[in-house]
C-alpha cells in the first residue's frame, strides 16, 4: 500500500497509525532539519502527545535548507507528510509506527519567502533545529562565529534572498519585532555541549552583523534553551525500505529506522509556551550541563572512540566493532578511565548503569548503524567530544593514553587507506587538508596534532604529544588490533 493521507484506513493492524485528526493539528513549531534524527525523536515525541489527545496545537512544519534537502520534500509531499518509524529491537522484534506530526514540508531553496512567512506567522511559537554539528558556523577552537563564511556573507548583502539557517530565521525574527509579535523559541537539538548557547551565540552574531541593535534584541528576547537528545538512528537505506515494504505491506519513500533507547532533557526555558514534553516521557530540567555533558562524553565519544580503529580494522557497522572483545573492552576502559572522571553528578542516574547499556545498545546488531557515519564530518566531532577529554585530564595530572590513542586513530584513518589496503572515503569539510597533513605524518608525527584550528595547543603539552606519537607509531607499524591489545593490556 503506497502511503498516504487517504490509505492510512487499510494498513495492516500491526503497524500503528495516527488516531488524531491531521486536519486540526495547527504547526506551530517549525523544524529546520527533518532528517532521520527529528522523524525518529521529537517528531515521534509530538506524535505520542497527539495520540494522547494531547498538543495538537503543536504540529510541525519541516522546512529544508539545503538544495539535497529536494529529495526529502519529494518523499513527504506524495506521502502528505506520514512516513513509517521502525524501532528495532535487539532480539529481532520490529515495532512499526506510521508518525502524523509533521504537517506540511517548505524547502528554502525552492521559495525562501514562503520559509520566512511561516516563521514570522502569529502560529509559530518554536523554531526547532537538527543542522548537524557543523550548521552552528562556529570556530571549533574559540567558538566564535565565523562571518567571513561565503554563505553568510551572501545572505548579509542588502536585499539578498536569504539562504542560510542565520538569514532565513533572523529575517522572520525582524518581522516579528516589527509587527509587535513575541519571538519564537529556538531550540537546538544537535549534539553540541549547550546546544541552545551555541545556537544563541551565532544567532546573535548573525543579527549584530545585519544590525547591533537586532543582535541586543535578539540576545534579550529570544530563548535558546539547552538540550540532551539521545537515539540511534542510522540512515535510511534501500534494505530498510524493502523492509518496511515486506515486512508491513506499506510502500514508503522515506522511513526511519532506530533503536528502542529513547532520551530528551530539556531545559525549562520557552518563550511561548511549549508542547507538555513530560507527558510523552522527555525530562524537562532547570540545567542540563550534567546530562549532556554525560552523552556526549560517553555516547558520543563512545562511538569515535571505537569508529575509527573498528573501520581500519575492517569492520563495516557499529555492532560488529561493540561485539568483538578487545574493542569493547576498550570502550569501556576510555569511558571508565578517562571521559567519566570529566563528569559531575549526575541528577538522577547512575552512570554506571547508563555505561553498561550503552555498550548493549552499540552491540544491537538490528539497527546495522554504520562506521562510515560515525566516522563523517570528524572536524565537527572530535573537538566537541574528545578534546575536551584531553585538556581536562590534562589539566588534574590524569592520564590521557586513550583519549591520545582517539585522536592518533583519527590521523591514520586520514591517511584514506584501511589495513587491508582498501581506500577509505574521508567524508569532511576539511577533507583535502587533513588527507594532505596525514599524508606526511611518516616524517613529521605531530603534523596532524599540529591542526590548532581542531586541537588548540595539545601539541604544546610534552606528555600529550609523547601518548599521541606513541599511538600513532604502532597503529602505523602495527595496526589497530595489536596496538589495542596492548593499550588495553597495560591497563587491564
Ligand atoms: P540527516 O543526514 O538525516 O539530516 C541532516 C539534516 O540537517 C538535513 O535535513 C540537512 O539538510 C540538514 N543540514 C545539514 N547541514 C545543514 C546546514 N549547514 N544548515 C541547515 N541544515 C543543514 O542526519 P540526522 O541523523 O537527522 O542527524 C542530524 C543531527 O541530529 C546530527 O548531526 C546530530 O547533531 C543530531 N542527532 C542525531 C542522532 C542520530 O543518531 N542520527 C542522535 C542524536 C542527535
Not at 534524527?37 to 521529537?42: G, I, K, L, N, V
Request: one cysteine or more.
Amino acid at each position: 500500500t503506497q502511503l498516504n493521507a487517504s490509505t492510512l484506513g487499510s494498513l495492516p493492524s500491526a503497524v500503528a497509525v495516527p488516531r488524531y485528526d491531521r486536519r486540526a493539528v495547527a504547526p506551530s513549531i517549525v523544524h529546520i532539519g527533518v532528517g532521520g534524527f527529528h522523524r525518529a525523536h521529537q517528531a515521534m515525541y509530538l506524535d505520542r502527545l497527539m495520540n494522547q489527545g494531547e498538543a495538537l496545537d503543536w504540529g510541525v512544519c519541516g522546512v529544508g535548507v539545503l538544495p539535497g534537502d529536494q529529495r526529502m520534500k519529494d518523499a513527504l509531499d506524495r506521502q502528505d507528510g506520514l512516513y513509517t518509524l521502525v524501532v528495532k529491537h535487539p532480539d529481532g522484534t520490529l515495532e512499526a509506527r506510521v508518525i502524523g506530526s509533521l504537517v506540511a514540508y517548505l524547502l528554502a531553496p525552492d521559495d525562501p519567502e514562503a520559509v520566512i512567512v511561516q516563521m514570522a506567522a502569529p502560529v509559530t511559537r518554536i523554531v526547532s533545529l537538527t543542522i548537524t554539528e557543523g550548521g552552528y558556523n562556529v570556530h571549533p577552537v574559540t567558538g566564535e562565529f565565523q562571518a567571513d563564511e561565503p554563505a553568510v556573507q551572501a545572505d548579509l548583502a542588502p536585499g539578498a534572498a536569504p539562504s542560510t539557517v542565520f538569514g532565513l530565521v533572523t529575517e522572520a525574527l525582524v518581522r516579528r519585532r516589527e509587527r509587535g509579535l513575541p519571538p519564537f523559541t529556538v531550540m537546538s537539538c544537535d549534539n553540541i555541549r549547550g546546544n541552545g548557547d551555541v545556537a544563541r551565540g551565532s544567532f546573535v552574531a548573525y543579527a549584530r552583523l545585519r544590525d547591533p541593535g537586532l543582535g541586543d534584541w535578539v540576545e534579550r528576547e529570544v530563548r535558546f534553551p539547552n538540550s540532551m537528545v539521545d537515539r540511534i538512528t542510522p540512515a535510511t537505506t534501500d534494505a530498510d525500505r524493502e523492509l518496511v515494504a515486506e515486512a508491513f505491506g506499506i510502500e514508503d519513500a522515506w522511513p526511519v529506522v532506530c533503536e528502542p533507547f529513547e532520551q530528551w532533557v530539556v531545559e525549562d526555558d520557552f518563550g511561548q509556551g511549549r508542547p507538555p514534553l513530560e507527558d510523552a516521557g522527555a525530562q524537562l530540567v532547570a540545567d542540563v550541563e550534567p546530562y549532556e555533558l554525560m552523552k556526549l562524553r560517553l555516547l558520543n565519544g563512545g562511538h569515535q572512540a571505537l569508529c575509527y580503529l573498528g573501520r581500519l580494522a575492517g569492520y563495516e557497522y557499529a555492532h560488529e566493532v561493540a561485539q568483538d572483545p578487545l574493542f569493547a573492552q576498550f570502550l569501556a576502559q576510555y569511558m571508565d578511565l578517562e571521559a567519566t572522571p570529566t563528569l559531575g553528578a549526575v541528577p538522577g542516574v547512575d552512570v554506571d548503569d547508563y555505561k553498561r547499556a550503552l555498550i548493549e545498545r552499540f552491540a544491537n546488531q538490528e539497527v546495522r548503524d554504520t562506521l562510515a557515519r560515525l566516522c563523517a564530518e570528524t572536524s565537527d566531532r572530535i573537538p566537541q567530544w574528545i578534546v575536551p577529554v584531553a585538556r581536562s585530564r590534562l589539566a588534574a595530572g590524569g592520564d590521557v593514553a586513550l583519549c591520545a590513542l582517539v585522536l592518533a586513530s583519527w590521523a591514520r584513518y586520514a591517511e584514506g587507506v584501511d589495513e587491508q589496503g582498501e581506500p577509505i572515503e574521508v567524508v569532511d569539510r576539511l577533507r583535502d587538508r587533513l588527507m594532505a597533513v596525514a599524508a606526511g605524518q611518516h616524517a613529521d608525527p605531530t603534523a596532524f596534532l599540529a591542526q590548532r584550528d581542531l586541537f588548540g595547543d595539545l601539541v604544546d603539552d610534552e606528555r600529550f604529544v609523547a601518548a599521541y606519537t606513541a599511538a600513532l607509531a604502532s597503529l602505523r607499524e602495527r595496526g589497530a588490533r595489536a596496538t589495542l591489545e596492548s593499550w588495553v593490556g597495560v591497563l587491564g
